[in-house]
Nanobody, 125 residues
Framework: QVQLVESGGGLVQAGGSLRLSCAAS????????MGWFRQAPGKEREFVAA????????IYAGSVKGRFTISRDNAKNTVYLQMNSLKPEDTAVYYC??????????????????WGQGTQVTVSS
């Protein structure tokens, strides 16, 4: 069982930056691949980024590649999402999620076993 708690959301102007954190409970954090997803009002939850258990491999959605960076600190049981050059279309609730396997299915919400409660990111124009 893994419990996830996101933090770091807020209101920022377009072009600004935010860093989201997701703290995980339990002793087995390093055995989980982690992902970030987001959901805007009236839209489906969509993939943002994922990272391998070791942190040695990452994947990104095309819409955020080059602007967002996912990273993790297994000693702190935490995964991060650094968001730069934010745009109004990045406005959404951001969720972190955990799964045992890192593969091509990491893009899909159904592949994840555990989810956080989400943190709101609002980007003003």
């Amino acid at each position: 069982q893994v419990q996830l708690v996101e933090s770091g959301g807020g209101l920022v102007q377009a072009g600004g930056s935010l860093r989201l954190s997701c703290a995980a409970s339990g002793r087995t954090f390093s055995s989980y691949a982690m992902g970030w997803f987001r959901q805007a009002p009236g839209k489906e939850r969509e993939f943002v980024a994922a990272i391998r258990q070791s942190g040695g491999s990452t994947i990104y959605a095309g819409s955020v590649k080059g602007r967002f960076t996912i990273s993790r600190d297994n000693a702190k049981n935490t995964v991060y999402l650094q968001m730069n050059s934010l745009k109004p279309e990045d406005t959404a609730v951001y969720y972190c999620a955990a799964r045992r396997v890192y593969n091509g299915d990491s893009y899909y919400t159904s592949a994840y076993d555990y989810w956080g409660q989400g943190t709101q990111v609002t980007v003003s124009s």
